[in-house]
Structures are given as structure tokens and as C-alpha cells.
């Protein structure tokens, strides 16, 4: 059974400049998390879906941060325009309805 | 709202020696809890979990992590360390008491041969 993929592994661009993260989560399952994880951190959570809802967007920076999850299979995550401080690790993870959550690889963020 | 505190930023052990990482939570009732490990540039592995039942939980790579609801605690054990064990290890509490994991900031563990 293939795993959350996520692309790009690494992005490095300019501060100021767009940029954004696609997830494909394991098949069936319903849940779809995106969290970030700042360098010596735990991972937080950005946002959660649920299907194609999103159902806890509470800590997404919404004035820069957007994401989708278009007929509630893969996501992307959008940052526009990025700031310094946004250099991280992008985290999806994808869940069946009251199960743990699996988590792929990650996308390192860099900005200039 | 539940947390999660690792008190310890790194440990070191030697290859061979057992190993105990702590975790403490802060939650009302039983909480969900999990164990996930971090090898570097790789996504999150969980190595175990603990919803109900048995306080001592079995997980894969030879790990083990007993709930102690008395001491707010789930620390993650083994008996014996391999050079490979060298991570981040991350405890995560379920969030509202559910399955989404709220996690502390993560134990660094380093393997000395």
C-alpha cells in the first residue's frame, strides 16, 4: 500500500515569492492534515479536512496561507506571498475516520 | 487544552544500553496517546499507540511505552539500543480526546557506538 506522498521534497525561493505543497493522501482515507514543523519542534497542526471540508483551519495563517482538498483526495497547501519566517517542514498526514494519523515525507521550505 | 511535555532535548546512549524517553501529558480524561519516531529528512513512523486497555504497549522496532495515568506519563522504553535507533522521537497526545495527535517538541536520541 503506497504511503502520503507529498512534492516537492525541497523548495528554496525568495521571500515575497509564491509557492505551494500538493499531498496525495493514502487511498480511502478521509482525513487530511496539514501541519508545519518548525526546526527543533513538534509538529502543529495547520489544518484538518475532513472529505473535501476543511473542519479545523483555527491555527492557519490565513491572511498568506491557503489550502484545498478538491474532491476530497489530494490537497495543496499555498503560501503567498512567503516570509522569512515560514521556512519549515510541510507535513501532510491522511487518517480512515478515528484512526491514527500516517504521515509522509515533508516538504523542507526555504526562503531568501 | 491537552499538551505534552518531553523534559529531556537529547539523550545519549551507547549501542547495546536500554533506553527510556519521557513524556508527560496534560489531559483531563484518558487520553490517546501515541509514540512517533523522526530519522532525519524522513516524514513521521508511528511506533506505537495507546487508546485503552493494557497500560503496556508493544510497538514495532522493539519499543515499548507503558501509561501511567497516576504520574500523567507514557515514557517510551528499550532494552537495548541499536546504532540505528539514532532519531527524533516525538510524543503526541490526541487532541479533545481524539485521534489527532498534538505533539511536544521532541526527544533527539544518539547512539554512541
Known amino acids: 500500500e503506497a504511503g502520503v506522498v507529498q512534492s516537492p521534497r525541497y523548495k528554496i525561493i525568495e521571500k515575497k515569492q509564491p509557492v505551494a505543497f500538493w499531498c496525495n493522501p493514502i487511498?480511502?482515507?478521509?482525513?487530511l492534515y496539514w501541519y508545519r514543523q518548525n526546526l527543533g519542534q513538534g509538529p502543529e497542526l495547520l489544518i484538518r479536512y475532513e472529505n473535501e471540508e476543511a473542519v479545523d483551519d483555527s491555527q492557519l495563517p490565513k491572511d498568506r496561507f491557503s489550502a484545498e482538498r478538491l474532491k476530497g483526495v489530494d490537497s495543496t497547501l499555498k503560501i503567498q506571498p512567503a516570509e522569512l519566517g515560514d521556512s519549515a517542514v510541510y507535513l501532510c498526514a491522511s487518517s480512515l475516520m478515528d484512526t491514527e494519523a500516517f504521515f509522509g515525507q515533508g516538504t523542507r521550505l526555504t526562503v531568501v | 487544552a491537552q499538551s505534552v511535555t518531553q523534559p529531556d532535548i537529547h539523550i545519549t546512549v551507547s549501542e547495546g544500553a536500554s533506553l527510556e524517553l519521557r513524556c508527560n501529558y496534560s489531559?483531563?480524561?484518558?487520553?490517546?496517546l501515541f509514540w512517533y519516531v523522526q530519522s532525519p529528512g524522513q516524514g513521521l513512523q508511528l511506533l506505537l499507540k495507546y487508546f485503552s486497555g493494557d497500560t503496556l504497549v508493544q510497538g514495532i522496532k522493539g519499543f515499548e511505552a507503558e501509561f501511567k495515568r497516576s504520574q500523567s506519563s507514557f515514557n517510551l522504553r528499550k532494552p537495548s539500543v541499536h546504532w540505528s535507533d539514532a532519531a527524533e522521537y516525538f510524543c503526541?497526545?490526541?487532541?479533545?480526546?481524539?485521534?489527532?495527535?498534538?505533539f511536544g517538541r521532541g526527544t533527539s536520541l544518539i547512539v554512541h557506538p
Open positions: 503526541a497526545v490526541g487532541s479533545g480526546g481524539s485521534y489527532i495527535p498534538t
Open positions: 489531559y483531563g480524561a484518558t487520553p490517546y
Open positions: 487511498s480511502g482515507h478521509n482525513t
